[in-house]
């Protein structure tokens, strides 16, 4: 049966999982009450985010039908159940009892609604889960090391592997540059995970943000191509790569056009900068393991996967 649009609402079924460092999967049982505009913004993503995933044309839902959900955002589980009727229950009563509004109590017990409640009657309600805690086991907090510093730890909780990475990589980029102060390290993660303000992602153990290398005498809050200190942070960012471990590296567009112009003339091959940049393919450009992110013109933003991999040979 087809209903108006106007009348469905999305039920977010019990199987919540996090399938990724970046996101949860959902599932979810079209009911009466909603739209997808309302779905949407249960999930802080877009209309078409769901649009594209479930290959829906137009905004008619059909009643009944499941939908995917993939979001960056953990959302409260819900459930649909059946209430058995009990002496001094009514449909308002009810649908308080489970915090539902009346009018989708009613469209789900179309006929229950139009009659007297009758003891033991069977009726759909839709009950709330607990809010999700991000509870994340496996994460440690990361201490200073040698070459860098931690500025927030109790912000500085992450995977054993990005852990190991980020020590790695911060020391042997003392070693080389022997002279050079502490870098800082900046947000991974809370303990036990879950959403870390400002941020959207930090959520898993698996993300870092880090500060530019600039020239001495040039710094700046946001760093330009013309302050940035073009060997020492190409240093750090070719030895995150060689790991081959990291998925993404976030950086603002115009900073990535001057580390490529630097990597070109340095003699690193063109083949291997063209694919490792997003640079010169446009902010837009789903290319690269380096990727314009607003926002990163004060720091480079470092992602990782989720476990070992085997190291791949450098160019």
Known sequence: ?????????????????????????????????????????????????????????GHRLRAGRKLKIISKNATRTRSKVRHTVRKGDSLGRIARKYKMKLRLLKALNRRAAKRPLRLGAKLWVVREGAAP?????????????????????????????????????????????????????YDLSQKGGGRIPPHVSHRT?????????????KVRRKATGKSL????TWYLIKSFVDTNEVKYIFMEYRLQ?????????????????????QYPAGRHGGKGIIRHEP??????????YPGPRRPAPTS
């Open 1 to 57: 049966m087809r209903y108006p649009i106007f009348v469905f609402l999305a039920l977010l079924s019990v199987s919540l999982v996090s399938s990724s460092a970046d996101a949860y999967r959902y599932t979810h049982e079209i009911l009466p009450g909603e739209t997808l505009g309302s779905i949407a913004k249960r999930y802080r993503i877009k209309i078409k985010q769901i649009k594209r995933h479930n290959r829906i044309r």
């Open 133 to 185: 805690k991000g509870g994340i086991k496996g994460l440690f907090q990361m201490k200073d090391g040698v070459g860098y510093t931690v500025r927030r730890s109790y912000r500085a909780w992450g995977t054993m592997n990005t852990l190991t990475r980020i020590a790695d990589v911060h020391g042997a980029y003392s070693r080389r540059y022997p002279d050079a102060p502490a870098l800082r390290i």
């Open 205 to 217: 153990g698996l993300d870092v943000d880090l500060p530019y290398v600039q020239q001495v005498g």
């Open 229 to 232: 200190d073009l060997e020492r």
């Open 257 to 277: 056009k001057a580390l490529y112009e630097y990597a070109v003339k340095s003699g690193v091959s063109k083949s291997f900068v063209n694919e490792l940049f």
């Open 295 to 304: 926002g990163h013109a004060t720091h480079y933003h470092v992602r990782f």
